[in-house]
């Protein structure tokens, strides 16, 4: 392989572990704003000297903070590209606003709008992507600052009463759709807030001095999976009963969140509960290539340093926590070793140093198929072991490669544009969400020098195909067909 | 911070006294017990955990936080008192209540305005170390040795050479002052301190900024250690510390590396590990052993609680080496139970080691000057320089100051250009 080759092979591969560890959130080591800084290098970086591999990339796994920098990226540089290139990006474009959250997508218009960015085909973008929302009168309610801002930017011509209650709303008397109504309604009368989204309403009962107690049993059925888990705590607080007693269906690494904010005490005494729901969520996750990984070894790093940030909360230990559910639930035969927690893994806590050198030995001693090692990698008790006894295992103990090992890395390090790796031979991959990990594997090869630009070009064009062939999962009512006048 | 004692009976009269100060203590420092755990890098800032394998459970420290706003000013002997952090005060009774306070320096106020001027508290201290209860005393922690190092020589010429002024004579060296900065304001060392990774078993750090050692600190005990690690950043740390955190952008990790002909094994490979891992100790141990001038110390005991003992360190003063002033807690076997240090700069280095001179020879100019190996302009000219300038008499110093801008002139100008 030539060295452009490789050196473009491990760019792209760099940029794909940034793009999916980055939120340009403080982490443990670096600050909000170098990892802006970097991220925003990155991006320039990639998009200036591998255009078609960078739209690719929005196939991929990558959280929705940095897909959203792609879409923006590459719709202010539309210009630049050739028309083949702008038909695949504007597919590829469309499918990924659809996969984002609504209010991660509004929030691409709105940045759009800071640019200034308004060309026909930036228009038709956002006219699609309105035009195929379910309810826009929904949206109006929910997204109602942030649908203005798209509705004039776009020149989007909305459904009458959608466009009167965002730019007018006092005027009728009345809202013939009953959730604009009930939105109307729900100014003057208290009942009426009910109906409404859990995030809308919560801001109106503030307003008409409701009791937080007597709220949230009010909107209880409203709320979603992911505000049912994040209220759970308060709820319990206030002896609100509404909220449920079940643990929601919530992705794995969000559970696992929620179960390292609980109190260690609180831990054993739902213990029962909280691995039921952890192993349900990793049964979902690994769906049908549950228990074909063979024999499995994870070693997870409880260090101090995996406490993560004030805004990313115990983040990587989450990650690690979740991987440990997945793996479980993926292999055949399993062992998980943390570096120094023993006992059940769920009272796992982030304390003392990171000395990995010596438990991946203990993991590899075991001979697994598969070794899988979760950890920022800062291997600092000794600093570089981790390092070498991979080498020495490598070279002297396992030249056949019976055992492959994967580094998993929850966090992104601004100084070098990448996660850090542990040993220079072993495939390290970002990781956001412990459930994508087994597709991000794939890719790892491409770092490590043992496949070819072509190769990772063929991978990359197949994860577009298939993206791009999936029929778009549409949710709740139909698009209402007089919502968007093409 | 408090030193607590624990459930030993006081020997004794039940109280603790302070002992004779006039002898001095064992010189040295037994780290007996303490091993070295690897280092953690952080831009400039390296810190060295020191571990212990067995704890000591009878003596305990804990923090006392004093609002850190507010100046200290610490009694330590009849008509000397110790202030620490007047940032350009003029120290007078300003407020109604009369407790005492220092304004921020000059302020134009309108005589009818009734409120107070802008001021920060006073807060007075009785003694450097002080009984607060039974089995329990409070100390300043390195406020204690750096009194010791202010103190020293503090009471001027024993004999009146007619060379020295009459303030020099009856007061001394009062008042004496030196500067230090705080951790806060060395750059990098907060993000060390906050992302260092604490050992389940760590009693202890070295700090080393741009590879020197800055500061060391023990404590009795892990849980101790775990509460006191913050106040690392309040301590004090001398003015090299804070240049070489400003110089160099980073140091090197030292990186483990394992022989490859010897693993023929699982076993090998995990004989490697702990072969390493020894060389590891070893190494820091030496850093360790290598405590700059530990031999030379003259340490001075200032209280005894059962059987501990609290006291300060002076080095040597030899101003081509480190020099490191403290204060040390140790057991009746001369263990150490606590340690907090302080770098010197090169210039106090000078001072302590022109005032030992000074004091050797009884503050005789001549004498000194020629154990000094230089003459008695050399001496005057060397004292003004470290700022003792005011002690000699004006007539003689600008009779050393003449004759050296004459030599100087005397002297063929280098060539220009």
């Known amino acids: 392989m030539s060295l452009s080759d490789r050196v473009a092979c491990e760019d792209v591969v760099m940029f794909v572990n940034a793009a999916v560890t980055s939120t340009g959130q403080r982490e443990f080591r670096a600050g909000a704003a170098e990892q802006r800084m970097s991220l925003d290098f990155l991006h320039e970086y990639v998009l200036g000297n591998y255009r078609d591999l960078y739209a690719a990339t929005l196939a991929l796994d990558v959280n929705h903070f940095n897909a959203a920098i792609v879409v923006t990226n590459l719709l202010r540089t539309a210009h630049l590209a050739g028309p083949d290139q702008r038909a695949v990006e504007g597919r590829l474009i469309a499918a990924r606003l659809r996969l984002l959250p609504p209010q991660r997508a509004y929030r691409v218009f709105r940045e ?18 309105v035009a195929a929302r379910p309810d826009p009168a929904f949206d109006a309610v929910k997204y109602r600052r942030s649908l203005s801002i798209a509705a004039r930017h776009a020149h989007l011509s909305l459904p009458a009463e959608v466009g009167t209650v965002l730019f007018d709303w006092r005027r009728p008397k009345r809202y013939g759709t009953p959730i604009l109504e009930t939105w109307r309604r729900a100014h003057y009368e208290q009942r009426a807030l009910y109906e409404l989204p859990y995030t809308v309403a919560e801001g109106l009962a503030v307003r008409h001095g409701i009791n937080r107690a007597r709220f949230l049993t009010g909107i209880a059925p409203k709320l979603t999976d992911g505000e049912r888990l994040r209220l759970r705590t308060s709820a319990r607080r206030l002896e609100v009963a509404a909220i449920g007693t079940d643990l929601p269906r919530v992705p794995l690494t969000r559970l ?114 598969r070794l899988v090692v979760v950890s920022d990698g800062w291997d600092n008790a000794p600093p570089g072991q981790a390092a070498e006894v991979l080498r020495v295992w490598r070279s002297r103990l396992d030249p056949e490669e019976r055992t492959s090992v994967v580094h998993l890395n929850p966090v992104y390090e601004s100084d070098s544009f990448d996660v850090r790796r542990l040993a220079p031979a072993v495939a390290t991959v970002g990781v956001r969400d412990a459930e994508d990990a087994a597709a991000l594997v794939e890719l790892a090869r491409f770092s490590t020098g043992t496949a070819t630009f072509d190769e990772l070009r063929a991978h990359l064009a197949d994860r577009v195909a298939r993206f791009l062939a999936v029929p778009v999962p549409v949710t709740g009512p139909g698009p209402d067909d007089a919502a968007v006048a093409a | 911070m408090t030193a607590v004692g624990g459930d030993r009976p006081d020997t004794g009269r039940g109280l603790p006294e302070p002992v004779d100060t006039t002898g001095a203590g064992p010189a040295g420092l037994d780290l007996t017990g303490l091993v070295a755990g690897p280092a953690q890098v952080w831009g400039a800032v390296r810190l060295q955990p020191l571990l212990r394998t067995a704890p000591i459970a009878d003596l305990r420290l804990h923090a006392r936080l004093y609002d850190p706003d507010e100046v200290s000013v610490v009694k330590v002997g009849p008509r000397t008192a110790y202030v620490a952090y007047v940032p350009h005060a003029f120290v007078a009774s300003w407020t109604t209540d009369a407790t005492p306070a220092a304004t921020y320096g000059t302020q134009l106020r309108d005589p009818e305005a009734t409120g107070q001027p802008r001021g920060i508290g006073l807060h007075f201290r009785r003694r450097m170390a002080r009984r607060d209860d039974k089995r329990r005393l409070r100390f300043l922690p390195l406020h204690l040795a750096l009194e010791g190092y202010l103190a020293l020589q503090f009471g001027g010429p024993a004999i009146a050479w007619e060379e020295w002024t009459r303030q020099a004579v009856t007061r001394g060296l009062s008042p004496r002052a030196e500067a230090a900065y705080t951790g806060v304001g060395i750059p990098g060392l907060a993000d060390a301190l906050r992302i260092f990774e604490i050992h389940p078993e760590q009693c202890g750090m070295l700090l080393y900024v741009a590879d020197a050692l800055a500061a060391a600190f023990v404590v009795p005990h892990p849980d101790d250690y775990r509460a006191l690690h913050p106040t690392l950043l309040q301590d004090l740390y001398g003015e090299l510390v804070h240049q070489y955190a400003h110089l160099y952008p980073a140091v090197p990790e030292f990186q483990t590396t394992l022989d490859d002909a010897r693993v023929h094994t699982v076993a090998d490979l995990r004989a490697e590990l702990d072969r390493s891992r020894t060389a590891w100790s070893e190494l820091d141990l030496l850093l360790v052993d290598g405590f700059p001038g530990a031999t030379q110390l003259s340490s001075e005991p200032v209280y005894r ?29 001369g263990r150490l139970a606590y340690l907090k240090t302080f770098r010197l700069s090169a210039a106090q280095t000078r001072r302590g080691h022109l005032l030992g001179q000074l004091a050797a020879y009884d503050w005789n100019l001549d004498a000194t000057a020629e154990a000094l190996g230089t003459d008695r302009p050399g001496l005057v000219l060397r004292l003004d320089r470290s700022g003792f300038g005011h002690l000699l008499r004006p007539d003689i110093l600008d009779a050393c100051r003449n004759q050296a801008r004459r030599l100087r002139r005397g002297r063929p100008r280098p060539p220009v250009g």
């Open chain 1, 112 to 129: 759009l709008r800071r640019l200034g960015v308004n060309n026909r085909r930036t228009r038709a973008i956002i006219r699609d992507w």
């Open chain 1, 256 to 369: 696992a969140s929620y179960v390292l904010s609980l109190s260690r005490p609180e831990r054993v005494r739902r213990g029962a509960e909280l691995t039921g729901a952890l192993r349900a969520a990793a049964r979902r996750a690994a769906g049908r290539q549950a228990g074909s990984w063979g024999r499995v070894v994870a070693v997870l790093d409880d260090s101090y340093s995996a406490s993560g940030s004030g805004v990313k909360r115990r983040r990587p230990l989450a990650v690690a926590l979740a991987t440990h559910y997945l793996l479980e639930t993926l292999a055949a035969d399993y062992t998980g070793l943390w570096l120094s927690h023993r006992g059940d893994p769920l009272l796992v806590h982030p304390i003392g140093p990171t000395g990995l050198g010596a438990r991946i030995l203990d993991g590899l001693e075991r001979r697994p198929d």
């Open chain 2, 305 to 333: 609680m059962g059987r501990y003992t609290l006291s300060r360190f002076l080095p040597a003063f030899t101003p081509d080496t480190e020099n490191h002033i403290g204060e040390s807690i140790t057991d009746e076997g």
